[in-house]
């Protein structure tokens, strides 16, 4: 009777275990999926704020030899665009920030590359001019253009956000610790004062102006990408400007929920986009699994020219598509499409900055190093971002 007892209880207490284990282990399975769902109730309940642009069939243009490069089938390159906006109109103004996002859609690594926005480039309609004077005569459609059929890309969706959506991301997240000199701090302050006008955030002025760490907020933190008035000018700003969007990624992984709600509520609004619902979703729920990998700017060698009004002319453009598909996709010895070649020989034919023209030390660095070195055998690979008015410290986002 005894051991008829003892195995009953051994038996009831094994049931209850299973019992036990199941019943955690569907809440393992479980939680994860409500948390899932509640995010995606989450974010597509604020979707509808976003301004979506739906492209039309024709409107982008990608060079014959680009379509079927097999390679290129493997990333998924998507155009960043940051407008000079005062009123909050997302068309037909400067882009400032042109940025290409490169995902490899294997390892899920993120490379970005800055087009410098006065790089002298075929902007649309045979007209060359300054990069960023493509989205303010043609818009969105012009702009990608000019991306696919200067440097042989595939891109066919863009993300343009204003300067105060930038500004909102930081103070959601709380800002950040940035190292600056002396001159920084100068230049900052300045920036401030119109980055507060343009987005309607207050700042304080950082005092004493000397060097040191400092946290700052979200005027603070734009205006510091602004700056292009200390060594490296404006392709030291495009480095900057990298460097935040790198605090923010890697701070928006660790944010919680109510932080990233915040986000959607006050960022969405100021956000124009031909991703569908369907893709932004994914992209937000598989935001854990991105890496930000290497950033660059473009073009790697250039030389300014008066041509279009202190234009950088890329040196040749041929040269630079080629170590660009490099760096991106691991391309060597690309061969740059017919298009490309002969946008290449236009330039040259312009200004005639061909191959082996000196390239001016104050305008060109290969990782944060002044040029000087056999730039064939050293791509680079860290950071740059642009601007197309020529005005004052107080008046645009990327002056």
Known sequence: MKKDKKRKKSSAYKKYRRHKILFITELIILIPLLVFS???????????????????????????????????????????????????????????????????????????????RDTYLNIGEDRYAKANAAYANGGYKWAINMLNQNLDLDITDFVTVNMSALVEIVDALGGFDFELTAEEVVHMNNYCVGTSEITGKSYTRIEPEVAGTYHLDGVQSVS??????????????????????????????????????AIMDNVFPMISTSLTKSEIVSM???????????????????????????????????????????????????????????????????????????????????????????????????TQIEDASETDETDSWEE
């Not at 492209?55 to 990333?75: A, K």
Request: proline share 2%.
């Open 38 to 116: 509640f995010l995606y109730v989450q974010l597509e309940k604020r979707l509808g704020s976003i301004e979506k642009v739906k492209i039309q069939s024709g409107d982008i243009q990608i060079n014959d030899e680009v379509e079927t490069n097999t390679v290129l089938h493997g990333y998924t390159n998507i155009a960043l665009f940051g407008v000079d906006s005062r009123d909050g109109s997302m068309d037909y103004t400067n882009t400032d920030t042109i940025i290409i996002a490169s995902i490899n859609n294997d390892t899920k690594v993120v490379k970005l590359v800055s087009v410098y």
């Open 224 to 261: 510091y990408t602004r700056i292009r008035y200390t060594a490296g000018n404006d392709y030291k700003r495009t480095e900057r400007q990298r460097e935040l969007i790198a605090k923010i990624v890697a701070k928006a992984k660790k944010a919680d929920m109510k932080t990233l709600l």
């Open 284 to 382: 937000g729920m598989n935001m854990l699994s991105y890496e930000l990998g290497d950033t660059c700017g473009f073009p790697y060698e250039h030389k300014t020219s008066d041509i279009c009004g202190d234009s950088e002319v890329p040196v040749t453009l041929a040269w630079n598509v080629q170590r660009l598909h490099d760096y991106l996709f691991g391309i060597k010895n690309y061969k740059p499409s017919e298009g490309v070649q002969e946008r290449s020989a236009h330039i040259v034919a312009d200004t005639g900055y061909d191959k082996g023209t000196a390239v001016s030390k104050e305008n060109y660095t290969l990782n944060g190093e002044e040029a000087g070195k056999d730039v064939d055998d050293n791509i680079p690979e860290v």
